[in-house]
């Protein structure tokens, strides 16, 4: 496959743009379905979390697929293609997936080694298979980056640093208006990240917690769950709510504000005792007015200001660690899917190499009718053995060149040599003629790709020092 991901991020795009540009409602599924509708794409992941976009398609032309992708952002955000451009980033094949490793593993996060972007990237896989725009090679690519992710968590101290975006943001409320043990909480939104925060906050100690949702069963299940002090409200009421908690915590999916800066204004003169009223906003959109932040007695907390706060710098040595997970890691996935692209070529060679065997073994039981079963064996076994070690070297040759960058072009050469037939090279893979070169993988998927390049029993390895 040839991956290509455009996208953009709290690195590369302050906190005013990504808001603008969330995709929120069926503008996910849209952009899925257009983009995997295009003529120069194969298939289509989106990655749309509260700090980062990301569409990951299959393309077959480099410089059509940036400019397919980007519009279909723009097209579906409220951020004109001019205005997103600069803050957009682009990476294509090997570093494409460097960069969908180095996201799986925490280290692109906004809280350094955080978990929570792997079952943000499973989400993303899910929705892709869900509207069917995510195919083999996609599945292939994001398995493995949560694979990576996983090995990468388990392998290196990164999880000290690991804190989702809740606790980094409950530390950020904590140092400024004190413990969150013993507050009044209300968690607006019942979503993925709402229920983290509500579990973390049921966790610290709140002497009351509250949630509140659009749909009242979903906040209904999750106090459920939480029990103990949790109990629902409903969304009407949480303005009148805030005079009487300590601490918000709103994630939702609305388009604009949920909370709005008059009636934190009111709920602070209503207040019967000198506390502040800490938010900790974790939407994108913004679910908090931004003016909040200029109330007395109001403190705000939200992702722009959480792009600001210095998180706990994990040690160099496990960053350092991760990184080169990484980097063996794509190299690892670089020389199967390249052993991918060429072993049905090597397969279709074998079974040509079979077929002409067994037709002249045919023609000459035919032609020497008294041969004796002994001899015929010895005949065959004969004949199979010397075509194996004829076809021995060039299959332990593409084995080598198929991990390096362009082996796929020997793949080519294959079949002009052999003159294979088309059909049969296609036939192993399961891609119709015509499809998109180098997007196929054998059934079975990359080990069954390179066990397909393995030379034949018995065979021997060439010398020591051998060229191409």
């Known amino acids: 496959m040839s991956l290509l991901v455009v996208g953009l991020s709290h690195r590369t795009a302050p906190v005013g743009v990504l808001e603008r540009a969330a995709l929120t409602g069926d503008s996910p599924t849209r952009v899925l379905h257009e983009a995997a509708a295009s003529a120069t794409v194969g298939e289509a992941a989106l990655v749309n979390t509260c700090n980062r976009i990301e569409l990951y398609a299959d393309v077959d032309k480099f410089h059509a697929g940036v400019a397919e992708l980007s519009q279909l952002l723009a097209g579906h955000s409220g ?212 003016a909040v932040r200029d109330l007395d007695g109001a403190l705000l907390v939200d992702l722009e200001s959480l792009s600001h706060a210095h998180a706990a710098t994990p040690g160099a040595g496990d960053v350092d660690a991760v990184a080169t997970i990484v980097a063996d890691e794509v190299t690892a996935f670089g020389q199967a899917q390249r052993a991918a692209r060429i072993a049905p070529t090597v397969v279709a060679l074998r079974a040509m190499a079979s077929g002409v065997v067994s037709s002249e073994l045919a023609r000459l039981t035919s032609r020497l009718p008294d041969l004796d079963e002994r001899s015929s064996a010895e005949i065959s076994q004969t004949v199979r053995r010397v075509v194996d070690k004829l076809l021995h070297a060039p299959t332990v040759k593409v084995k080598q060149l198929a991990a390096e960058p362009g082996g796929a072009s020997y793949a080519e050469a294959l079949r002009e040599l052999f003159d294979l037939d088309p059909a049969a090279v296609h036939a192993v893979s399961g891609t119709p003629i015509g499809a998109q070169a180098g997007s196929s993988i054998p059934p079975g998927g990359l080990p069954a790709a390179q066990a397909a390049l393995a030379p034949p029993a018995g065979a021997t390895a060439p010398p020591a020092g051998a060229t191409r």
């Open 79 to 290: 951020v004109d293609l001019d205005e997103l451009t600069p803050h957009l980033y682009v990476h294509y094949e090997d570093r494409a997936v460097h960069h969908l490793f180095s996201v799986a593993c925490g280290l692109d996060s906004m809280v350094v080694g955080e978990g929570q972007i792997l079952g943000q990237l499973r989400d993303a896989l899910a929705k892709a298979q869900e509207e069917h725009t995510a195919g083999r090679g996609l599945n292939e690519l994001f398995q493995q980056a949560l694979r990576v992710g996983k090995r990468a968590h388990s392998e290196t101290g990164i999880d000290r640093a690991g804190q989702s975006l809740v606790t980094f943001g409950l530390e950020q409320v904590a140092a400024g208006a004190g413990p969150i043990a013993g507050k009044r909480a209300l968690v607006v939104g019942a979503g993925s990240m709402s229920s983290l925060a509500a579990a973390t906050l049921a966790r610290s100690g709140v002497t009351d917690l509250l949630v509140a949702n659009r749909t009242p069963a979903r906040a209904e299940r999750l106090v459920e769950i939480l029990g103990g002090a949790a109990r629902t409200l409903e969304l009407a009421k949480v303005p009148q709510a805030l005079a009487d908690v300590d601490l918000v915590i709103s994630c939702t999916g609305a388009a604009g504000t949920v909370i709005d800066a008059p009636e934190v204004a009111a709920a602070l003169a209503a207040r019967t005792a000198a506390r502040p009223l800490a938010f900790l906003d974790l939407a994108m959109p913004r679910d908090v007015d931004h």
